[in-house]
């Protein structure tokens, strides 16, 4: 995939408990056909994040790229918010 042809996505980090990889929450609302009505659809994708800094609950933006297994095909470009701990 070339980089202008890639699909970027930002969600909400739900997951970051395994290696290297987190799962991103990814929300769009749609309307309905017939009735009209906005409704929220999401989506759960998983993430390629390689120095392990996203936290449950960050802000990321993350970019469609080479399968990377069988359920990994998309990678960390940034994180826009970080969620402060409270110890």
């Known amino acids: 995939m070339s980089e202008a042809n890639t699909r970027t996505e930002t969600g909400l980090v739900i997951s970051s408990e395994r290696d290297k990889?987190?799962?991103v929450l990814v929300e769009r609302k749609v309307k309905h056909p017939l009735y009209k009505?906005?409704?929220r659809r999401s989506?759960?994708?998983q993430a390629h994040d390689q120095e392990n800094k996203?936290?449950?609950g960050d802000l990321v933006t993350i970019q469609?790229?080479?399968p990377l297994s069988k359920t990994k095909s998309w990678r960390l470009l940034k994180v826009e918010r970080t969620v402060?701990?409270?110890k």
Do not use: G, H, P, V
């Open 84 to 86: 402060k701990e409270i």
């Open 54 to 56: 996203c936290a449950k």
């Open 21 to 23: 990889t987190i799962t």
């Open 64 to 66: 469609q790229c080479r």
């Open 43 to 45: 989506s759960k994708l």
């Open 37 to 39: 009505k906005i409704l």
